[in-house]
Structures are given as structure tokens and as C-alpha cells.
């Protein structure tokens, strides 16, 4: 699986962006789908993630209620939907895949990762 994120940019605080992964291959329905991020001098964190069929969703406490991850399996293309951004959301967003129908909360269940897009958020 190849995965192609894009979406990023820069927004002032309070803002929104809808990051978009599309995915090759014919098997996009079987895998999990995540987003992870990691900002300058941190460790990556895991952001979102989603079951194969859309039916599971699953986030970190920090972006509760603001994100929402979803998927189009026709399309092959998993989206993270951003609102009320803060400054501390700005990082390197990746997706990633992972062969597995339940959602994924770990770095290590992912096996194949997107290049990443920047997301800046200005105070």
C-alpha cells in the first residue's frame, strides 16, 4: 500500500483544515486507517484512527470532540477533519495503514506510512 497525505498549510487558531490520504491498491477495505503527527523535537503521537469499514473510530484525549476521522473505501482515501485548531496542533501529519480490521492506537501496528503534510497553526 502506498499512501499519498496532502491537505496541510497554515491557519490561524481557531481554524479548520481537512487533511486528505489517498491509498493504492485494490485492498484499501482491509485495512485500518491512521493519522499521527509529530512536532519539532517530539516524539510521533498517534492522532486517529479507523476500522476497516468506518464503523470504529478512536482518539487521543487531546483532540476529542475537535477531529473526526473518516473513510471512503470507493475512493480509496481516509480524511482527518480538523476544527477549532490550536497552535499546539502544529506538526508533520501522517497517515498510515495497517492490516487489521479494528482500529490501531500504536506506532508499531502500522506497516505502511504516508510522506506526511505540515500543519502550522498561528496564534
Known amino acids: 500500500v502506498q499512501l499519498q497525505a496532502s491537505g496541510g498549510g497554515l491557519v490561524q487558531a481557531g481554524g479548520s483544515l481537512r487533511l486528505s490520504c489517498a491509498a493504492s491498491?485494490?485492498?484499501?477495505?482491509?485495512?485500518?486507517m491512521g493519522w499521527f503527527r509529530q512536532a519539532p523535537g517530539k516524539e510521533r503521537e498517534f492522532v486517529a484512527s479507523?476500522?476497516?469499514?468506518?464503523?470504529?473510530?478512536y482518539y487521543t484525549d487531546s483532540v476529542k470532540g475537535r477531529f473526526t476521522i473518516s473513510r471512503d473505501n470507493a475512493k480509496n482515501t481516509v480524511y482527518l477533519q480538523m476544527n477549532s485548531l490550536k497552535p499546539e496542533d502544529t506538526a508533520v501529519y501522517y497517515c498510515?495503514?495497517?492490516?487489521?480490521?479494528?482500529?490501531?492506537?500504536?506506532?508499531?501496528?502500522?506497516?505502511?506510512w504516508g510522506q506526511g503534510t505540515q500543519v502550522t497553526v498561528s496564534s
Open positions: 479507523i476500522s476497516w469499514s468506518g464503523g470504529s473510530t
Open positions: 491498491g485494490r485492498t484499501f477495505s482491509s485495512y485500518a
Open positions: 498510515a495503514a495497517a492490516y487489521y480490521k479494528g482500529v490501531v492506537a500504536t506506532h508499531s501496528g502500522y506497516a505502511y
